[in-house]
Every structure is written in structure tokens, then in C-alpha cells.
């Protein structure tokens, strides 16, 4: 059996390397892969944490975990058509340019 903290060291690794990605970049396509490459990570750590003590719960916290990233990356995919097709740019900065939009 691996130990714990593996596991949990690369949680960490995926949730920080999701920060970066989500403070330094500004095109939605990659802002939507960090949110998702952090919610991946918040998942792997609910399952460490089941691992750990033994529990199941950190399963079904998976489960709640990939639908919420499924509604995140729908809505995301939304936000994303609406503003490619309304200013032909998927820069995160613009998205303010729809509240006035038709």
C-alpha cells in the first residue's frame, strides 16, 4: 500500500499548477482547463483522505466533485461560444463587453 502523503503531494501539485494557470493566463480555453485541472485535484485529495482513514466518503465527495465539474465546463462552454461569437476574441478581459450585447 503507497502512503498517504503521495497521493496528497500530487493533489497539491495539481491544485497549484491550476493556480498558476488560472492567475497567469487570460484566454477562457485555458482558464476553463485550470479550473478543471483544480477540481481534479480537490478530488484526488477526497480520495487520499478516504484512503487515509478508511472511509468511503471520499468517494461519493468524488462523484459531487465531477459534476460540479461537469456544470462548471458547460456553462463554461456557454460563456465561451457566446463571446467567440459576439467579439471574436476569447480573451477573459473582454467578457465584460457582453453585459451590453443584445
Known amino acids: 500500500m503507497i502512503p498517504w502523503t503521495l497521493p ?4 497539491l501539485a495539481l491544485f497549484l499548477l491550476g ?3 488560472l492567475l497567469t493566463r487570460r484566454n477562457l480555453v ?3 482547463m485550470s479550473v478543471e485541472i483544480m477540481l481534479n485535484a480537490a478530488g484526488l485529495l477526497f480520495i ?20 460540479l465539474a461537469g456544470a462548471e465546463l458547460a456553462l ?7 463571446l467567440r461569437g459576439r467579439l471574436t476574441t476569447l480573451d477573459g478581459g473582454d467578457a465584460i463587453l457582453l453585459r451590453d450585447a443584445p
Open 19 to 21: 493556480l498558476v494557470g
Open 8 to 11: 496528497a503531494g500530487l493533489a
Open 76 to 82: 463554461g462552454l456557454v460563456l465561451l461560444l457566446r
Open 48 to 67: 487520499t483522505a478516504g484512503m487515509r482513514w478508511g472511509d468511503p466518503d471520499g468517494q461519493i465527495m468524488l462523484i459531487l466533485v465531477l459534476n
Open 30 to 32: 485555458f482558464v476553463l
